[in-house]
């Protein structure tokens, strides 16, 4: 579902988006929360949510997210996040990224 933005007029998504398999794409933004499966693989210059992000595949991004990141037992990350919470699972593999948790400076 998405709704125009009020002020660029732009499509806005706001439903939870499930990655299944491999998405190869420059922008992935929604509202809600993005679930990246088991074996599903996501690789994207830039990927926003407002919801959360949870990661059980491979994640290869810049990640910009409001809410909570959870990096499974099994994922693969790959890339710089900003969030204000995080949590990696044991075995879960982080091969390069820098990350800024936490509220960022001024707010």
């Given amino acids: 579902m998405t ?3 009020p002020k660029c007029n732009k499509g806005v998504l706001i439903d939870d988006i ?3 398999d491999a998405q190869g794409v420059s922008k992935m933004q929604t ?3 993005i ?3 088991k074996g599903a693989r996501v690789i994207a210059q830039l990927v926003e949510a407002n919801e959360g992000i949870e990661v059980q595949g491979l994640m290869d991004s810049k990640v910009v997210c409001r809410g909570p990141v959870l990096i499974g037992p ?3 990350w790959k890339g710089d996040l900003q969030a204000p919470t995080l949590e990696v ?3 879960a593999k ?3 990224g820098y990350f800024e948790i936490g509220q960022p400076s001024g707010d």
């Fill in 74 to 76: 099994k994922a693969q």
């Fill in 94 to 96: 982080i091969e390069m």
């Fill in 3 to 5: 709704v125009s933005c």
């Fill in 31 to 33: 509202c809600g929360k």
């Fill in 18 to 20: 499930i990655v299944k």
């Fill in 35 to 37: 679930i990246v499966r």
């Fill in 89 to 91: 699972k044991l075995g």
